[in-house]
């Protein structure tokens, strides 16, 4: 029988733990259905094997194809001929299509492995470059030989649009490092790059007709139209379309600096260089801004042949339009009531030019108006609500909202983003025997207004369930409602700030606590309310309205990202959404999602070449002066960068969100979370819930005992570099808490107790390590509570 190694920090996910539908086989995303035959086998590989292809022209990559396998086995593959009699692998393509990917590219495939070789059947090249991408992840390097499991896979997406968005207007993304991400990209299945060209801090696209957009607003960094023309060739022969933004009528202060002539407030104007949402806009009533818009479309559209066009559309700061005295009495004239009719009459034009150029608009959430054709693809930043009343309406959208992978966030909370708006299922009903308390709170931020609403626990005879309201969105329903005593309850909901659990005391009808976003600490204060709030429910469109839901796309925006750390960011948590986006709905089991997800990360480090671990090291042995970095890779067992937009929001307090702030802390160099804290929450669960499991027991000590080991290296490092200096306290801080933790564990083993006091004082240390310090979160501070809450004497 063949067995997989597939690894989650030092365990193997046995059978018994294995999901339903997902298995146990290294792939993903999971495909639609997977058939193992009642005799198990595997299929023997050797460096003579060969490929065959009929039906259609698959350009380079069945080379493409060989060169993988040689990476993933380590051979020199021996040539093979031109048609070979019994080839090991068969890829049959039904019909020939036009190689340019399109929006209903039918990307089906059938891959059957058995005693004779590998079958790939599809109906067309772009089903055969998914199926392609599936056996590379079936091939295994086992204890005695190289080979396939017997299988037969039948698959298909469950949604045409899987998008990526990269973002080189704000930090500068060299060809090489677009190029290594479209090949991520067709790894996970994903089959949409979002260029996202323009925006305040830089023009990267070079126009002909605009020359001084790059002469004056790209400090030297943009693409030639060859060069774009050469990222869609590239992408081209991986089945992934290119879809253009750039970004009208607002973030336009690039296009002010160049023409200031077309914004609607004079100028002069310098190079933006802070982040943020910025005043120049668009003058939406002279002729010369659509006689510019009409030259982007035409420019971009020879060169990008996508049907789709993104124009932007976001985050219009009307400021320049309400001062502006001809363009209100142009509004006045054309019975414009507000600063949105007045963007929808800028978009209609800007349609209208679109369609003679055979394009499609594409823009995000503030581009919906009903004056707009229902040709026009809305992609949402602001939630399931704004996306399900565009599909009520007719409209057909895209999600991003929760798929942000520039903010740090666990893998599961992407994986739990449903693109299908979810209703309450009567959650918020409370009935004659129900009891209810609800609370007001408000959570300040580090920028931006306070987060406010209430929240409601409702208690049944079948036990707690609750729902929250945040001010100007839907109600929610929340989960693990646990009260840690008589005054203090926690429980998680997923937000757009990411993972929210909610740790607050109740007592004399005040609220305090905190918000933990994410992994970062959010203070909050608040009161008891005397009736229920009523809310706003979901906006959820029917079964037909769901149609018009075309999928999503995962975003890394780049105020945070540069190319030195793009692939940390991305891989190997976009196969996540990618999951999200092609697999069945019921595929959802996080755990075993993580067992595969570590199997993509060794796979495409070896077979797709991307760089998060050869990023990471790079990153270490600048911040250490030596190539000795085993103590900052122990040390980031133990840490996470701060969560949600805490990293930025901290950078703007400080006078440094900006364009020319170092992205080369520690922190940078990090994981969006810890797989080993993660592991670790999981031991704690268990011994705290069996004083017996050894094993679990055993683990903690283990990572405990290697962190302080650490700790007299790591403190060494930090002070070979002045940018290493500011994490010597966390080194400090973690030794604390591996003592801690040694001492927990041992105690819970043993089933022994602390009286109130001590957990206290313990609970103070807690609280210090989990401060954040130069952006980074000690997140080892959560499994060793799970251990301290264990040790009160009940």
């Known amino acids: 029988m063949l067995r997989y190694n597939l690894l989650t920090a030092g365990l193997l996910l046995g059978s018994s733990a294995l999901a339903a539908p997902a298995g146990d086989l290294p792939l993903m995303p999971w495909p639609a259905h997977v058939e193992r035959p009642t005799t198990q086998g595997a299929l023997v590989l050797n460096d003579k094997l060969s490929v065959s292809v009929s039906g259609d022209d698959l350009g380079d990559a069945v080379d493409r194809l060989r060169q993988r396998i040689a990476l993933q086995t380590g051979w020199t593959l021996q040539p093979q001929a031109v048609n070979p009699d019994k080839p090991t692998i068969r890829i049959a393509i039904a019909k020939k299509v036009n190689p340019q990917p399109l929006p209903d590219s039918d990307e089906r495939y059938t891959l059957t492995v058995d005693a004779n070789g590998v079958n790939i059947a599809a109906n067309t090249r772009f089903g055969a470059l998914r199926a392609i991408e599936t056996l590379l992840q079936l091939i295994q390097n086992g204890a005695e030989n190289t080979s396939l499991p017997w299988v037969k896979i039948e698959d298909a997406p469950r949604f045409p649009w899987r998008g990526l968005l990269l973002d080189s207007a704000r930090h500068f993304i060299p060809l090489e490092d677009i190029k290594r991400q479209i090949d991520g990209m067709a790894a996970a299945k994903l089959n949409v790059l979002h260029w996202h060209l323009t925006d305040d801090q830089g023009w990267r696209f070079a126009s002909k007709r605009y020359p001084k957009l790059t002469q004056l607003a790209s400090d030297g960094l943009f693409y030639t139209s060859d060069q774009m023309r050469d990222i869609v060739r590239y992408a081209t022969a991986r089945g992934v379309r290119v879809v253009p933004e750039i970004d009208m009528p607002g ?184 009891s209810a308390q609800s609370w007001t709170f408000t959570m300040p931020r580090l920028k931006g207004k306070p987060v406010e609403g209430s929240f409601t626990l409702v208690k049944a005879v079948s036990g707690w369930r609750g729902f929250i309201d945040f001010n100007g969105k839907s109600r929610r329903a929340v989960n693990n409602i646990e009260w840690r005593d008589d005054n203090q309850v926690t429980f998680t909901v997923d937000t757009w700030m990411g993972e929210t659990r909610p740790v607050v005391n109740v007592a004399d009808d005040k609220l305090t606590g905190y918000f933990l976003v994410g992994n970062a600490r959010y203070p909050i204060s608040g009161a008891r309310l005397d009736d229920v709030p009523k809310g706003t429910q979901p906006v959820v469109p029917d079964a037909d309205q769901q149609a018009n839901l075309m999928g999503g796309e995962a975003a890394l925006w780049a105020e945070n990202v540069v190319a030195p750390v793009l692939d940390i960011k991305l891989w190997p948590r976009a196969f996540a959404v990618a999951e999200r986006l092609w697999s069945a709905q019921d595929v959802k089991d996080v755990d075993n999602m993580y067992t595969r997800l570590q199997a993509m990360d060794t796979w495409t480090t070896v077979s797709v070449g991307l760089q998060q671990h050869s990023q990471q090291q790079a990153y270490f042995i600048r911040l250490a002066n030596t190539t000795e970095t085993l103590p900052l890779q122990i040390l980031a067992q133990a840490l996470e960068p701060a969560q949600y937009y805490t990293r930025q929001h901290l950078k703007f307090q400080a006078g440094n969100y900006h364009q020319f702030e170092p992205l080369n802390r520690y922190a940078d160099a990090l994981s969006a979370e810890s797989n080993t804290v993660r592991q670790m929450n999981k031991w704690a669960e268990r011994l705290v819930s069996d004083a017996e499991d050894t094993e679990s027991a055993e683990a903690l000590r283990h990572v405990f005992t290697r962190w302080q080991s650490n700790t007299s290296d790591a403190l060494a490092l930090s002070d070979n570099n002045y940018q290493l200096k500011a994490i010597k306290p966390v080194i400090q801080e973690v030794d604390k808490l591996a003592s801690i933790g040694l001492r927990l564990a041992d105690l819970v083993a043993r089933q022994g107790t602390l009286d109130d006091k001590e957990i206290a004082s313990i609970q103070k240390e807690l609280d210090k390590a989990a401060e954040i310090q130069d952006e980074v979160v000690i997140a080892a501070v959560y499994p060793v509570e799970t251990l301290l809450r264990a040790t009160r004497n009940q």
């Not at 009459?345 to 679109?354: G, V």
């Not at 394009?359 to 707009?372: A, F, K, S």
């Not at 999600?399 to 992978?405: A, D, H, I, P, R």
């Not at 983003?417 to 299922?425: F, W, Y």
Request: no cysteine; glycine share 6%.
């Open 251 to 434: 973030h336009a202060s690039a296009i002010a600096v160049a023409y200031p002539e077309l914004i609607s407030a004079p100028g002069p104007y310098e190079m933006e260089r802070h982040w943020g949402v910025l005043k120049p806009v668009l003058d939406p009533t002279k002729e010369a801004t659509y006689a510019f818009a009409e030259a982007m479309v035409s420019e971009l559209a020879a060169i990008f042949p996508d049907p789709y066009l993104h124009i932007g559309g976001d985050e219009v700061d009307d400021t320049q339009w309400k001062e502006n005295k001809a363009i209100q009495q142009f509004m006045r004239d054309n019975k414009l009531a507000d600063s949105h009719a007045l963007q929808a009459y800028f978009n209609r034009k800007l349609e209208t030019i679109l369609e003679k150029h055979h394009r499609q608009m594409v823009g995000w959430d503030e581009i919906y108006h009903p004056d707009l054709p229902k040709s026009i693809l809305i992609q949402s930043w602001q939630g399931q609500d704004a996306l399900g009343e565009v599909a009520k309406q007719g409209y057909k959208g895209i999600l991003s909202t929760g798929f942000y992978l520039d903010q740090p966030q666990s893998t599961a909370y992407h994986y739990r983003n449903e693109i299908v708006p979810q209703g309450l299922n009567g959650v918020d009903i409370i009935a004659d025997n129900d």
